[in-house]
């Protein structure tokens, strides 16, 4: 997917999740809307080069959005809702193989208590799908989710369970914008539930992939499988 234009600063810092002050090339410094509720644990260091999105909205409290982060390595999305946007683009293009053969993809469908983000569908045949976005970096390398304790995270797992048990198929498709790490795994070390809910929820039949993505300020897209390993 296209990014819209972007603009560039260095990061002064965030705080309150949703706010990062940042100091524009012009030396004016801005408060950004940070799309991220995560602990943006090494994705956020104060000093880096940051791209954000101008909405031209005078209406906005905060008319800047941060979309990217540049660690010296390697530019990293830190705004969530872009997962969702390039998962849809990459099952609606076929290009995740385990995804293809559905008539229609269609966004944000409910079953059970959630709302799922994604819902293949041909004739009777459906799958759900959850995405997440995943920036963690972890200490060995790996890239692993979540970045911070997601009781909601497993609510999604247990809701996906469900969708199995209805006979329809059920998948986890973790994006990762970023390329600067090898594997991927669940984040056992910060949420040990969330990674036994998800070991549980394979057991039970729903499908997890993981993705890397090329990440640049004009775009993000899905580029390759990256090894799960649990």
Known sequence: MNLP???????????????????????????????????MTT????GW???????????RKYRYTWELV???????CVNTGRANQIAFEAVSKGWIPELVGYDQVIREQKFGNSRFDL??????ELCYVEVKNVTLLADDG???????VTERGRKHLNELIDVVKAGYRAAMLFVIPRSDGTTFRAAHEIDPKYAEALK????????????????????ITLTKPVLYNP
Request: with cysteine.
């Open 5 to 39: 234009p972007v603009i560039f600063g260095t990061l002064i810092k965030r705080y309150k999740r949703f706010l990062a002050d940042v100091e524009l090339e012009d030396g004016s410094v801005i408060t950004a809307h940070c799309p991220n509720t995560g602990r």
């Open 70 to 76: 540049h660690n010296g390595d390697c530019w990293i």
């Open 49 to 59: 080069r940051v791209a954000l999105s101008d909405s031209n909205n005078p209406k």
């Open 142 to 148: 790996t890239y692993a989710f979540p970045d911070a």
């Open 119 to 124: 819902l293949l569908k041909k004739g009777d």
């Open 43 to 46: 994705c956020a260091e104060p």
């Open 200 to 219: 549980m929820a394979l057991s039970r039949g729903v499908e997890a992939y993981a993705w890397g993505a090329a990440v640049s300020p004009e775009q």
